[in-house]
């Protein structure tokens, strides 16, 4: 964002707080700014905001791509903005952090939700490394919180570490899958497949119906070979529809049994407060990270540095060490 672009922070607040969608975005673009001014202003605006947020269910949505997962938010959020909820969609795509592009970059994809005033579609902050978008991205969620959104799905790609970093920040995951044998199974890393709290075949339908309900079966029989959670929930089985719209309201059975159960156990709260202190760490390593890295020394030093650590005329370890000692000794 340009300097002269810059609000007052009580704009911000109060213009997330009335839901006002243009400031909402332009909160957002606040929080996602590298500009250390930007992101002094953006600390600000969040600690007004914090006290606002929290009162949503948080829903990671994760899945390889091809498997349905904007046709499958479009028709679930359509779906609970019928049951009377605002929902608020993000997305990490770490694989467009180059192109600056983004999973929902595409137009055309979540129309109906998009054109909805009960909902509100934002794609992930595009550039930097995976904790910074991470970051933004739970900055964003509250933020949406704050304006009122009281379902908010994040979307990921399915394939790699930015599921580990939504599964940090949401209250429920669920994995889109397709019928068809253990394959798919395997194509979806066994660690993403562990975090899941729901697996929902999606696309039962037509030709495909009989072959979900298969799967179903024989992902329930894979799922109980895991061991149990610590929370007591078994991770359920669902079929769906995304084009069809079957099953949708089942899937948000599953959520809501899910949120009632773990409240009722305590594990909810404790997943919350679990997540903030990882948020500190993820948090503390940030501003380390880009204090550094923004630091113009540093990045003179760096480059200079460049040509000797390729041609191995000196160390990568002792170079690292001899930086980061003249950073720190720099703030001391
Ligand atoms: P994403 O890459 O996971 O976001 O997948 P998309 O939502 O873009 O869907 C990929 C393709 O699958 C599109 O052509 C969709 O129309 C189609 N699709 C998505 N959900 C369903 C479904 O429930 N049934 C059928 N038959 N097709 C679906």
Same mark, same amino acid.
């Given at each position: 964002?340009?300097?002269?672009?810059?609000?007052?922070?009580?704009?911000?607040?109060?213009?997330?707080?009335?839901?006002?969608?243009?400031?909402?975005?332009?909160?957002?673009?606040?929080?996602?700014?590298?500009?250390?001014?930007?992101? +002094?202003? *953006?600390? $600000?605006?969040? #600690?007004?905001?914090?006290?606002?947020?929290?009162?949503?269910?948080? /829903? %990671? @949505?994760?899945?390889?791509?091809?498997?349905?997962?904007?046709?499958?938010?479009?028709?679930?959020?359509?779906?609970?903005?019928?049951?009377?909820?605002?929902?608020?969609?993000?997305?990490?795509?770490?694989?467009?952090?180059?192109?600056?592009?983004?999973?929902?970059?595409?137009?055309?994809?979540?129309?109906?939700?998009?054109?909805?005033?009960?909902?509100?579609?934002?794609?992930?902050?595009?550039?930097?490394?995976?904790?910074?978008?991470?970051?933004?991205? +739970?900055? *964003?969620? $509250?933020?949406? #919180?704050?304006?009122?959104?009281?379902?908010?799905?994040?979307?990921? /790609? %399915? @394939?790699?570490?930015?599921?580990?970093?939504?599964?940090?920040?949401?209250?429920?995951?669920?994995?889109?899958?397709?019928?068809?044998?253990?394959?798919?199974?395997?194509?979806?890393?066994?660690?993403?497949?562990?975090?899941?709290?729901?697996?929902?075949?999606?696309?039962?339908d037509g030709d495909n119906l009989e072959s979900?309900?298969?799967?179903?079966?024989?992902?329930?029989?894979?799922?109980?070979?895991?061991?149990?959670?610590?929370?007591?929930?078994?991770?359920?089985?669902?079929?769906?529809?995304?084009?069809?719209?079957?099953?949708?309201?089942?899937?948000?059975?599953?959520?809501?049994?899910?949120?009632?159960?773990?409240?009722?156990?305590?594990?909810?709260?404790?997943?919350?407060?679990?997540?903030?202190?990882?948020?500190?760490?993820?948090?503390?390593?940030?501003?380390?990270?880009?204090?550094?890295?923004?630091?113009?020394?540093?990045?003179?030093?760096?480059?200079?540095?460049?040509?000797?650590?390729?041609?191995?005329?000196?160390?990568?370890?002792?170079?690292?060490?001899?930086?980061?000692?003249?950073?720190?000794?720099?703030?001391?």
């Amino acid at each position: 964002m340009k300097k002269n672009t810059r609000l007052p922070i009580d704009t911000y607040v109060e213009g997330v707080l009335a839901s006002d969608r243009v400031i909402l975005s332009r909160t957002i673009t606040l929080v996602e700014s590298t500009l250390e001014e930007d992101q +002094r202003l *953006a600390e $600000l605006v969040m #600690e007004q905001i914090l006290p606002h947020a929290g009162r949503s269910v948080r /829903v %990671g @949505v994760t899945g390889v791509p091809g498997v349905g997962k904007s046709t499958f938010i479009e028709s679930f959020g359509k779906k609970l903005l019928d049951k009377g909820h605002k929902v608020a969609v993000l997305a990490i795509d770490p694989s467009s952090q180059r192109s600056r592009g983004s999973i929902l970059g595409d137009k055309t994809r979540m129309e109906g939700l998009a054109s909805d005033k009960r909902a509100y579609i934002r794609p992930s902050a595009a550039g930097e490394t995976l904790g910074g978008v991470s970051a933004r991205t +739970r900055e *964003a969620m $509250l933020l949406c #919180e704050a304006a009122g959104f009281d379902v908010i799905l994040i979307e990921t /790609v %399915g @394939v790699g570490q930015s599921e580990i970093a939504v599964k940090s920040m949401v209250d429920f995951f669920l994995l889109l899958m397709l019928s068809g044998a253990g394959d798919e199974l395997q194509g979806i890393k066994k660690g993403i497949i562990e975090m899941c709290d729901a697996m929902v075949i999606n696309k039962a339908d037509g030709d495909n119906l009989e072959s979900a309900k298969r799967s179903k079966s024989e992902y329930s029989n894979a799922l109980h070979l895991f061991a149990a959670r610590e929370n007591g929930w078994y991770p359920k089985v669902e079929i769906c529809s995304s084009t069809e719209l079957t099953g949708l309201d089942e899937v948000w059975k599953t959520i809501q049994d899910y949120m009632e159960k773990m409240a009722a156990n305590g594990y909810f709260a404790r997943n919350r407060s679990d997540q903030n202190e990882n948020w500190l760490y993820e948090h503390i390593g940030y501003l380390l990270k880009s204090g550094f890295y923004n630091n113009p020394e540093i990045k003179k030093k760096i480059a200079e540095s460049i040509p000797e650590i390729k041609t191995g005329s000196i160390s990568p370890i002792a170079t690292a060490r001899s930086l980061v000692q003249f950073y720190v000794d720099g703030i001391k």
